[in-house]
């Protein structure tokens, strides 16, 4: 029987990961060796550090992970793309040219019969104050606009050396202590949205970069994806249990 798959947060084209063609083609790979297993795959965002399309011009690079998408959804397989905070300004070119549908914000999906509520994980439960904001900015229809009236050439450099200098900044016992923080506000908001949409039985994130499966009440799970930068993580779901793995190579 196929499984759904589930990724995010690998990031890629980012700055700070030394060997991008392998980085890429880890992830090709990956897909490639699933190709015969899987019937939906859903991205839960951040597979991109940075995008932005403009009308008539998108950004160059990836072309294999693209290859790979697009052969997947040549063959049948539904692709589901939720943006996250990094490859939020995803619009129509990969719907139409690759055939995947693109998912703005948290979605509750129906996947084997049974009620899915997926999400990049950064619009759903505690987020500072000036977050919600700069979210709200980058989704918002005029600043976009204002945005793509910037020539690429300074738009670029700027967000992917944003990126790159929020990563070598971090302080590694602080972030990982960020991550557990992060984690139990998701799990908190799974209790919450659960006992108020009792037909939800499986919660699934991306964003926090930590792979994780917890079980909740009454049955239900939370499963947040890890990333595949360092760790290489994906979840599945067989039509009973989700499960978190680790490709190996």
């Not at 890429?24 to 490639?32: K, W």
């Not at 939906?40 to 403009?54: A, Q, S, V």
């Not at 997947?72 to 990969?94: E, M, Q």
């Not at 009792?198 to 926090?208: K, R």
Request: proline share 2%.
């Amino acid at each position: 029987m196929k499984k759904a798959y589930f990724i995010s947060d690998a990031h890629l084209g980012a700055r700070y990961i030394k060997d991008k063609r392998e980085h890429e083609g880890r992830l090709v790979r990956f897909l490639n060796s699933i190709k015969d297993d899987v019937s939906e795959l859903y991205l839960l965002g951040d597979i991109l550090d940075y995008w932005f399309e403009y009308r008539y011009v998108v950004p160059r690079g990836h072309i294999r992970f693209l290859s790979a998408l697009a052969s997947l959804a040549d063959s049948g397989v539904k692709i589901y793309w939720f943006t996250g905070n990094h490859d939020v300004w995803l619009f129509d070119y990969l719907a139409s040219e690759v055939g995947l549908t693109v998912i703005k914000g948290n979605t509750q999906l129906e996947i084997m019969g049974h009620h899915f509520l997926l999400s990049h994980g950064d619009d759903v439960g505690y987020q500072k104050l000036s977050y919600r904001i700069t979210r709200t900015l980058f989704y918002n229809r005029f600043c976009q606009w204002l945005y793509a009236s910037i020539h690429p050439r300074w738009t670029y450099p700027l967000a992917s050396g944003l990126s790159q200098q929020n990563r070598i900044t971090r302080n590694r016992e602080v972030e990982e202590r960020l991550k557990e923080v992060c984690a139990k506000r998701l799990e908190e908001f799974s209790n919450s949205y659960a006992a108020t949409h009792p037909e939800v039985q499986h919660f699934v994130y991306g964003h926090v970069h930590l792979a994780r499966h917890v079980e909740l009440a009454s049955g239900r799970t939370m499963t947040i994806t890890g990333d595949w930068i360092d760790q290489f993580t994906y979840a599945t779901f067989d039509g009973e249990t989700v499960s978190l793995h680790k490709h190996e190579e």
